[in-house]
């Protein structure tokens, strides 16, 4: 008997066996044998007993991005023997520093002077006390100040200007002092972070440039250092890679009120395409969930349990989803299985399926059809199995 294919070893059905001689069925026992273990060894590759990059693991075997499990190493580490005097650790190693500047390390100020182009005053409008109206002309006194550079748009160019915020301290009638503050917005709490992020017109970089950097990372996937360089070269204006962090940072906390509107906006499509994939933040494995329309497409990172999917796709969602063959998805009633996955899975129409089943849905380009969930787990996959 000649080497068969997967398709024609699939296609081997009960009457085929029937009118095979021994030596044929022999044949075809071996190959079916020695297909098998190739598949097996195919499923269970991975980087340790494989040249597959540890990349390719599977998320939940790795505590980290490229790292496998600890349980997997301490077990692999237990089979080597160790050289005398490894037992015991160095008692003289010193521990491993944290990253970021030192506390009451000597900082680094700008060496680009910057040149003021107009000076803002901001004076109170009323008093504190008891609430009478305070004119331009009420004497006042300069109480604080600070630089902004902003991004001005110009006649086919763009420019960045500094100018100067200055505070006034008003005194009025009724004799209570009144101070003109920079405004606050929304805060940002991470445990992970020293200081929490806090929207404030006390900053350095204006509301337009900082748009114009968030642009660049996020719309053109432009990395810090490169941003950085663009600023320098272009426009002359000279940025530490944390500045331009904390502006990315402030653009995603002041567009939360429009994510909002996004995802309210979603629940009306009627068409959206859902997926999850590993996301790992500071060596913890999280996943990144994303939700596509015609005219949206959302991001949230959270687990892989179905309460993120709610939180994302919520039960006034009359549409239908395109997702894939994870568990999570299958309550929803509108459920259209997606082909690509099944082109992935290598289910989609071969030669061993009925002739006339696999040329419709190859005709039609889609097939969605739903078979019993059991299928999946007893291996039974035909034109029927489509779930």
């Known amino acids: 008997m000649s ?27 071996l190959q079916a044998a020695g297909m098998v273990r ?32 600890a349980g ?13 005097g490894a037992a015991a650790a160095n008692p003289d190693k010193k521990p491993e520093k944290p990253s970021g500047k030192r506390p009451g390390a000597p900082g680094f100020w700008r060496r680009q002077p910057l040149v003021v182009h107009e000076d803002v005053p901001h004076r109170p409008h009323s008093c504190g006390a008891c609430h009478a109206v305070l004119d331009a002309e009420t004497p006042g006194r300069l109480a604080s100040a600070h630089h902004v550079l902003e991004l ?33 917005g929304a805060s940002s709490h991470i445990d992970s972070r020293k200081r929490d992020l806090l929207l404030t017109e006390r900053c350095l970089v204006g509301p337009m440039l900082a748009t114009f ?23 002359g204006l000279e940025l530490g890679k944390a500045t331009i962090n904390r502006c990315i940072h402030e653009f995603g906390l002041a567009s939360e009120p429009v994510v909002e509107e996004l995802i309210a906006e979603v629940q009306s499509a009627e068409l959206a395409n859902v ?5 790992y933040q500071k ?25 993120t999917l709610v939180e994302l796709v919520s039960e006034a969602f009359l549409g239908w989803l395109v997702t894939d063959g994870y568990v999570a998805y299958r309550d929803r009633e509108r459920r259209q299985r997606c082909l690509a996955h099944y082109a992935d899975l290598r289910i989609m129409p071969t030669e061993a399926w009925e002739p006339a089943p696999a040329a419709a849905i190859a005709a039609a380009g889609v097939g969605i059809i739903r078979a019993p969930r059991g299928r999946r787990s007893t291996g039974q996959v035909g034109c029927n199995g489509l779930a």
């Open 283 to 307: 060596g913890k494995l999280l996943w990144m969930w994303v939700m596509v329309t015609a005219t949206a497409v959302i991001f949230r990172i959270g687990s892989r349990g179905k309460q």
């Open 38 to 69: 190739h598949l097996a060894n195919q499923a269970t590759a991975d980087s340790s007993n494989s040249s597959r990059p540890p990349s390719s693991d599977p998320p939940w075997r790795r505590d980290r991005a490229g790292k496998p499990a």
């Open 72 to 84: 997997e190493d301490q077990a692999a580490a237990s089979a080597v023997p160790k050289p005398e």
């Open 213 to 235: 950097i968030a642009a660049m990372a996020v719309r053109m996937r432009l990395s810090r250092c490169k941003i950085q360089e663009f600023l320098l070269d272009w426009l």
């Open 275 to 279: 997926d999850e994939t590993p996301w």
């Open 3 to 29: 080497k068969l294919t997967v398709a024609e070893i699939a296609g081997v059905d009960a009457e085929t066996v029937a009118r095979m001689s021994r030596t044929e069925i022999e044949s075809f026992a």
């Open 152 to 184: 001005e748009r110009g006649d086919m160019a763009l420019r960045v200007s500094a100018k100067k915020h200055c505070y006034f301290v008003v005194r009025c009638s009724c004799g209570h002092e009144t101070v003109a503050a920079p405004g606050t």
